[in-house]
T-cell receptor, first 115, second 115 residues
Framework: AQKVTQAQTEISVVEKEDVTLDCVYE???????LFWYKQPPSGELVFLIR??????QNEISGRYSWNFQKSTSSFNFTITASQVVDSAVYFC????????????FGGGTRLMVKP | DGGITQSPKYLFRKEGQNVTLSCEQN?????MYWYRQDPGQGLRLIYY???????QKGDIAEGYSVSREKKESFPLTVTSAQKNPTAFYLC??????????????FGPGTRLTVL
């Protein structure tokens, strides 16, 4: 069965600290996609990244970076030099054919960045 | 601008009343979805639709109904049978459900409160 676990329910850091949000997934499929979404206080989910199961290269986008490791079934998200505007709930999600290509979401991690 | 709109942003309902939440998209997407989010929780799927005039129950469909008469519209009705309807409701769409890279785009959400 498909499952996404975000063990950290809440993280609090001080501005300019680096922070890593963990995501562990379970799937029986060999082809799948992983996603990260950001939900700011306004409520709308904002897409951050999509990564397919055949691409294990790390990705960096400005202060954001993602580490995908199939060996540990993890897709972790790091924010470097965090800012107050990074405060939000972050969701990791999985899409695979076993679930009819539906998104399976983790429970989310609330990140609070204090000035 | 292309995107998803939901209205109203805030909705108050008396117990025993049905209420309909609007969701419109101009992205020309085939698939649309409704999620429910409770405080501090992840997203739970209520209904989804792969194509016009077709929709399927998600994980928590009881007490809800939908229609998909037009490609761009997927309204959700919260009926009096829904025992605990107070929640944040998110609508989403994706190009189609038949592909595994099923990136979903989200609307701004409707916060429903039952008085």
């Amino acid at each position: 069965a498909q499952k996404v676990t975000q063990a950290q329910t809440e993280i609090s850091v001080v501005e300019k600290e680096d922070v890593t949000l963990d995501c562990v997934y379970e799937t029986r499929d060999t082809t799948y996609y992983l996603f990260w979404y950001k939900q700011p206080p306004s409520g709308e989910l904002v897409f951050l990244i999509r990564r397919n199961s055949f691409d294990e290269q790390n990705e960096i986008s400005g202060r954001y970076s993602w580490n995908f490791q199939k060996s540990t079934s993890s897709f972790n998200f790091t924010i470097t030099a965090s800012q107050v505007v990074d405060s939000a709930v972050y969701f990791c999600a999985l899409s695979d054919e076993g679930a009819g290509n539906m998104l399976t979401f983790g429970g989310g991690t609330r990140l609070m960045v204090k000035p | 601008d292309g995107g998803i709109t939901q209205s109203p942003k805030y909705l108050f309902r008396k117990e025993g009343q049905n209420v309909t939440l609007s969701c419109e998209q101009n992205l020309n997407h085939d698939a649309m979805y409704w999620y429910r989010q409770d405080p501090g929780q992840g997203l739970r799927l209520i209904y989804y639709s792969q194509i016009v005039n077709d929709f399927q129950k998600g994980d928590i469909a009881e007490g809800y109904s939908v229609s998909r008469e037009k490609k761009e519209s997927f309204p959700l009705t919260v009926t009096s049978a829904q025992k605990n309807p107070t929640a944040f409701y998110l609508c989403a769409s994706s190009i189609q459900l038949a592909v595994v890279y099923n990136e979903q785009f989200f609307g701004p959400g409707t916060r429903l409160t039952v008085l």
